[in-house]
């Protein structure tokens, strides 16, 4: 007896979410080794959706360990370092006012005085104590 040659296919698609949400397509296909060229596999289809993420609530204690490591960065003159800290703090906690002002003074020590006037400004619109000194500072970075 001759043995016939067979062959299995598989296939397996994902949409992306314009295309019905998020589809996952999977044909498979046994055919002869004759039929192989001819073979039409059958399709099942499966929508699954994507749950929206939520926004998070702050994280104040991740922010203020965040920003002490900032502090400690800062205070070792890796004013880069202090930086990523600081934005990852702001991050976790978008009202901790006290890093913008940390942020404009580190920009200004690298002498990126527009991106330290920004934060500057940010800081501003938070009615800070020191706004007079903060307002000072300020003006002689135009």
Known sequence: AIATP???ATATATATATEI???TA???ATATATEIATATPTATATATSTPTPTPTAPDAAGAQRLFQ???ARRAAQDVDGAIRLYLAAEAADPGLAEVQKKLALCYQLKGDTRRAAERYRRYLETDPRDADRVRAILTTLR
């Open 69 to 71: 490591q900032a502090e």
């Open 21 to 23: 949400a998020t589809a």
């Open 6 to 8: 067979t062959a299995t």
């Open 26 to 28: 999977t044909a498979t």
